[in-house]
């Protein structure tokens, strides 16, 4: 069972963070895209059929080179397992003893993964899945059968909480809690067991719906933050900067407009100030003293969760402006993902549909409803995913865009 991590020693120095060996072939890359997206995928032959793993640039059983990534299921059974009590390796070593096993997958490979302490001694059935590891690259992680990492009793694995984010014992911050949305994921982190949540008013001098349900919560610490404010956001990064493991930035500004509907660039600005800005701030004053809690083990900063749109991969031109603003902030997001990754911070870019919120009040439903939002969020940060699309919106935009994003575009503007 997992323990609280001890408070850090702020006299202490600060080490550096070490990484799990990340050098991947080109292929191996393959793996780790889907792995981003909590896919299991390997290769498989288009001639014989074969599954292959590790990843080649030709199948081993008859060396065509038409090889698919595909979907599987990770049924498998443990041959045997190992518990490593010496590495060379400095990320391991920090962090032994540490559970091997070799794994006879359903479809075919035999696969070395890192095991969960829940599973039995071998033989015995596991399932296998594709995890991103500190450094972001791909591994295989052999849960218990029947399982899920959902559940809270598997989170609290120590070696699987070194793939994942699970807020159990952690501490986040959310940055709005003024729109339902902000308070949704707020209760949702405080149901997962987060020992503590600061949460971001604007406008501190204004009650807000919700403010007092917020107030109950024994978790919760409300903090005056406006992303439109440099100044503010420095000095709530300055407080507090240095305790945060997982910070959510929801701050959002949304009005539904295209170009030729409204004149002069206020609104547009206003977007832009919030959704880019706020997210480049934020990142300016945080993303430093996460960076600095790399090395801190189980009590590191670990995630930085970021609400973008469905629209940020394909202008939505009755919401013109505001896709714009969403796909800005999602090109700056992916610069912080590669700035975060040498420390261990993952980046996790949310997409959601049309959010059941009062901007979008007159587009049709299927919409996302504020507590769908914050389960998706929740699972993100619990399956340590890169990027989540909620909702039946996002879905059916994300396989069209994959399709055919210029169809997309071209339907979208009818
Ligand atoms: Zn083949």
Redesign the pocket.
Known sequence: MLERPKRKNPVLRTRLPTLPPAARSRIALGLTAAAALGRFELQQ?K??G?VQYPPREA?Q??L?TKLIWQRQGGEGELLSDTLLHHSNDLFFRERLPWRLGLVKLACGPTVVAHLHAAIAPPPTKVHVSAKLDRAGQAVLVALPHGSTPQESDMAQDRQLREFTCDPKFRKALVVDGKTSTGQAIVHALARAGADLIWVGHAEPWKKFAGFDELKALKQVTLVPLDVTDSKNVREVAAEIGGKVDILVNNAEYHRAYGIGNRSGIDTARAEMDVNYFGLLRLAQEFGPVMRARGADGLASATAWVNLLSIYALANFPAHGTFSASKAAAHSLAQCLRAEMRPAGVRVINVFPGPIDDEWNQLLPPPKVAPAALASAVLKALREGVEDAYPGDVAQEWLERWRDNPKALEKELST
């Open positions: 032959c001639d014989c074969a199948c059983h008859c065509s």
